[in-house]
């Protein structure tokens, strides 16, 4: 497979160099020349995830990587998560429309939370292709939360990569914080900055578009930017069809949603000939994309904090994929699009192009109570915790339901659940009155000691923090 650039700059290139690189030179975003097939679902019907996950993603690397290491790879990732199903479907009863409901539970990984299913073979990937070309990296990455964790963990003890984190201060919940400052391995560092997620990451690209540092001290990405990540969130859209259907019929799924990396592999999955009907966007308060989807107009707005964290973006940078496709691949339209909202703060596409996203997607959005109100709700009906993320797509699923997109009762639905309720237990506490626990392998995770770096918001401030923490 060879990758361009959504920026018009279109020189190929291959898994590797995409693996690496992260962003393009262009500043733009890696994308495959054209979108594999998938495998008949029949084909992959009875197989573990792993094995899935190598016949849905092997397009993707090929060529790149040997297809013995690749299996040897994935089988080793999946194996880190705590189910031998790695991402269970469960039940959770009916929507109003009588369609029924399920859980893709995708927070069993290691920093529980679903990154890990992307991150835990970004981080094997990163090992095997630099030790064949015995090179050395250096991953700097921005969190809300979740990213920094699970790219960490995936990181830990890997000779050649060393990574940076910055989260915005005092924004993450307390076990998110603790599962970056606890980790004991020299080579992943936390970095506390003031502002929000969007501050942190408009620091990261900043840092990427220092052309002569970027070589420097060779620089890659881990936040969704990195197409790897992408790739390998496709497995699960695959596998919960498989869960819930025996045929090839419809699916819908509900993403909560972020920075899009998550919702955008579930339209490759689609794109790729799985049978999806409706892809659901689903925000809390920080509503950047449900205002995009209704009305086709992009604006800045002010990032709230609200109770799902990793949700508190107002800049999704893996949009620009979709809207590259849906632009007809014309990178200089994108590149001159969002150089307009970058510089007037709002942008709008013509009808057209609304209506072509449209087709695909839909969203909705949910603020803090009901989110509340979905916990307690679940947890009423069916003694099952939720993280509020969770909640949010739960609740716009119900919602959607109603008369809505989601209302056709022989179209099963598919929440997509993106982190462990103990991730967020003060907001699952406050909904139900009961702390979730953490699994017995974190349990000491409050009594470890911590190590993190305060920086400012202040570019050549983190580029000397990585310099002079290099290996
Ligand atoms: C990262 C994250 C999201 C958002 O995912 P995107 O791919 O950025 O859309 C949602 N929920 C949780 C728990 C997350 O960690």
Redesign the pocket.
């Known amino acids: 497979m060879r990758y361009v650039s959504t920026r018009g700059d279109d020189t190929e290139l291959g898994f590797a160099d995409v693996l690496l690189a992260g962003l393009a030179p262009d500043g733009g975003l890696y994308v495959p020349v054209e979108w594999p097939e998938l495998p008949p679902l029949a084909d992959l019907r009875g197989l573990p995830f792993d094995r899935v996950a190598v016949e849905v993603t092997w397009p993707f690397v090929a060529g790149d990587v040997d297809r013995v290491a690749y299996e040897r790879i994935v089988a080793d990732a999946y194996a880190s998560f705590d189910v031998p199903e790695v991402c269970p479907v469960v039940p959770l009863g009916e929507l109003a429309s009588g369609a029924p409901l399920h859980l893709l539970e995708l927070f069993h990984g290691p920093t529980l939370?679903?990154?890990d299913v992307a991150l835990q073979l970004v981080g094997r990937l990163f090992d095997h292709v630099l030790a064949a070309r015995d090179g050395h990296i250096c991953v700097l990455g921005a969190t809300s939360?979740?990213?920094g964790s699970a790219a960490m963990d995936a990181c830990a003890g890997l000779d050649r990569v060393d990574t940076f984190i910055l989260f915005p201060d005092g924004r993450t919940s307390e076990v998110q914080r603790r599962q970056m400052t606890t980790l004991t391995a020299s080579n992943v560092h936390a970095v506390a900055v003031p502002g929000t997620f969007d501050d942190c990451q408009d620091l990261v690209k900043a840092a990427f578009a220092d052309a002569p540092f970027r070589e420097e001290v060779h620089l890659s990405a881990v936040n969704?930017i990195n197409w790897a990540r992408v790739m390998a969130q496709v497995t699960y859209y695959v596998t919960a069809h498989l869960a819930v259907r025996d045929d090839d019929g419809p699916v819908s799924f509900v993403v909560?949603?972020?920075?899009?990396?998550?919702?955008l592999a579930g339209w490759v999955a689609a794109r790729g000939g799985l049978p999806v009907d409706r892809l659901v966007v689903a925000s809390n308060r920080n509503d950047v994309l449900t205002r995009f989807f209704t009305s086709g107009t992009m604006s800045l707005a002010e990032v709230v904090p609200t109770t799902s964290p990793?949700?508190d973006i107002q800049v999704s940078s893996n949009l620009e994929r979709l809207l590259f496709e849906v632009l007809g691949r014309d990178g200089r339209a994108i590149a001159e699009l969002l150089g307009r909202f970058r510089s007037d703060g709002s942008v709008t596409v013509d009808a057209t192009v609304l209506a072509e996203l449209r087709r695909g997607f839909d969203c909705g959005r949910l603020d803090d109570e009901e989110a509340g109100r979905v916990i307690r709700e679940v947890h009423h009906r069916l003694g099952l915790l939720v993280?509020p993320?969770t909640a949010v797509g739960i609740g716009v699923a119900e919602r959607l339901a109603d008369g809505g997109p989601l209302d056709d009762p022989d179209v099963p639905v598919v929440c997509l659940a993106?982190?462990h309720p103990a991730k967020f237990p003060d907001a699952v506490e406050a909904a139900t009155g009961l702390r979730p626990q953490l699994p017995a392998r974190l349990a000491d995770l409050f009594e470890r000691p911590e190590r993190v770096d305060h920086v400012p918001a202040d570019l050549v401030q983190i580029q000397e923090l990585l310099r002079s923490r290099l290996s």
């Open positions: 939370a679903f990154k939360g979740d990213t969704s909560p949603t972020g920075n899009f990396g998550n919702v990793s949700m993280d993320h993106t982190a």
